[in-house]
T-cell receptor
């Protein structure tokens, strides 16, 4: 039982390049999330998927797109990377309420945009 | 939307002392309040949570208290140990349907031996 996995662990991009961050969970969770973590800013929600087939914007969605490929997988795409997107990206998953809202996080992807 | 304020941003204590981290929230409909611990270079992990029908919850050396009237909740760590050193995040959500969490900005706790 691997929990939540993310690839890649590290990535360096040049401004304007595109890339997709991959996330998968093996806990049969309905909901999945993408956060970014910047120093002093806590965890900010980019997009989330309440259930397979749905996606919604979070607090900071600009410059990102997501795809809920199936119940296990939720990807985050940067179409044209900007230095402001340099951050650590975490994927998370949870069961829907009322089972509990505990979110299980992946190990993170450290992204640098030059 | 929800806004969560967390204080202090850094907290230094001696081993064996107690540590208290406080959070306030703005949405009176919020009813689920988790705390996450993030060690350096690691992922956040849930350490304790509380729901609005409970005023206090304990788990060994950690406890969380909730005051819904004042819209604030606190994390208490007793008999701190060096391995408690980490960043702690509070969060709040309505806990209904497919609700999302709003996180505070974090508190870096340093426990000196």
């Amino acid at each position: 039982n691997a929990g939540v996995t993310q690839t890649p662990k590290f990535q360096v991009l040049k401004t304007g390049q595109s890339m997709t961050l991959q996330c998968a969970q093996d806990m049969n969770h309905n909901s999945m999330y993408w956060y970014r973590q910047d120093p002093g800013m806590g965890l900010r929600l980019i997009y989330y998927s309440a259930s397979e087939g749905t996606t919604d914007k979070g607090e900071v969605p600009n410059g990102y797109n997501v795809s809920r490929l199936n119940k296990r997988e939720f990807s985050l795409r940067l179409e044209s990377a900007a230095p402001s997107q340099t951050s650590v990206y975490f994927c998370a998953s949870s069961e829907a309420w009322p089972s509990g809202n505990e979110q299980f996080f992946g190990p993170g992807t450290r992204l640098t945009v030059l | 939307g929800e806004n969560v304020e967390q204080h202090p941003s850094t907290l230094s204590v001696q081993e064996g002392d107690s540590a208290v981290i406080k959070c306030t929230y703005s949405d009176s409909a919020s009813n689920y309040f988790p705390w996450y611990k993030q060690e350096l270079g690691k992922r956040p992990q849930l350490i304790i949570d509380i729901r609005s029908n409970v005023g206090e919850k304990k788990d060994q050396r950690i406890a969380v208290t909730l005051n819904k009237t004042a819209k604030h909740f606190s994390l208490h760590i007793t008999e701190t140990q060096p391995e408690d050193s980490a960043v702690y995040f509070c969060a709040a959500s309505r806990g209904s349907g497919y609700s999302t969490l709003t996180f505070g900005k974090g508190t870096m706790l340093l426990v000196s031996p």
